[in-house]
T-cell receptor, first 116, second 111 residues
Framework: NAGVMQNPRHLVRRRGQEARLRCSPM?????VYWYRQLPEEGLKFMVY????????ESGMPKERFSAEFPKEGPSILRIQQVVRGDSAAYFC??????????????FGSGTRLTVV | AQRVTQPEKLLSVFKGAPVELKCNYS??????LFWYVQYSRQRLQLLLR??SRESIKGFTADLNKGETSFHLKKPFAQEEDSAMYYC?????????????FGKGTKLSVIP
């Protein structure tokens, strides 16, 4: 089991471009969570998805950010028209059920987005 | 609003010395509390949960509701303990998937 796979590990985008971050959950996990870590900050919850459903997107910025978890394929976090403030590490986690308190999350290695 | 505070950005101790990584939280109610660890070039991983009262790799953490603290302790530090440590909380029940993390403490164990 390869664990939670995120790609790319590093992504450089110019201001105004789009960034697409991918997350493949662990085998057997159908719940995906995205977190963002700004420089010198802790991880902050962005969105919780199940297959084809957004369960909670309360942590997502209102504009430019979107997430999906299609029936087939990885979960995608999309950032349109990136700005310097989007530079951060984006982590994906997965769990077999919604109450992470039972199992704890399994995190991916993260994608470091740099906007130049 | 819920908040997790880790007052030390960096903590350096000598090998064999006791370690205490501080964590204070703010939450109206009884949250679930966790410590996560990230070793160099590795993924963030769960170290321990207060609900399980486990000791992992010699680390323990005691929940003090009166002081709203969840400090991580180890009596004798080892070089392999050098890592970034994050304290986190989640609400109980239906919202338990939403973790709030502290900013982290970098532990450096000096040989």
């Amino acid at each position: 089991n390869a664990g939670v796979m995120q790609n790319p590990r590093h992504l450089v985008r110019r201001r105004g471009q789009e960034a697409r971050l991918r997350c493949s959950p662990m085998k057997g996990h159908s719940h995906v969570y995205w977190y963002r870590q700004l420089p010198e900050e802790g991880l902050k919850f962005m969105v919780y998805l199940q297959k084809e459903n957004i369960i909670d997107e309360s942590g997502m910025p209102k504009e430019r950010f979107s997430a999906e978890f299609p029936k087939e394929g990885p979960s995608i976090l999309r950032i349109q028209q990136v700005v310097r403030g989007d530079s951060a590490a984006y982590f994906c986690a997965s769990s077999p059920r919604y109450q992470q308190g039972d199992y704890g999350y399994t995190f991916g290695s993260g994608t470091r987005l740099t906007v130049v | 609003a819920q908040r997790v505070t880790q007052p030390e950005k960096l903590l350096s101790v000598f090998k064999g010395a006791p370690v205490e990584l501080k964590c204070n939280y703010s939450y109206s109610g009884s949250p679930e509390l966790f410590w996560y660890v990230q070793y160099s070039r590795q993924r963030l991983q769960l170290l321990l949960r207060h609900i399980s009262r486990e000791s992992i790799k010699g680390f323990t953490a005691d929940l003090n509701k009166g002081e709203t603290s969840f400090h991580l302790k180890k009596p004798f530090a080892q070089e392999e303990d050098s890592a970034m440590y994050y304290c986190a909380l989640s609400p109980p029940g239906a919202g338990s998937y939403q973790l709030t993390f502290g900013k982290g403490t970098k532990l450096s164990v000096i040989p």
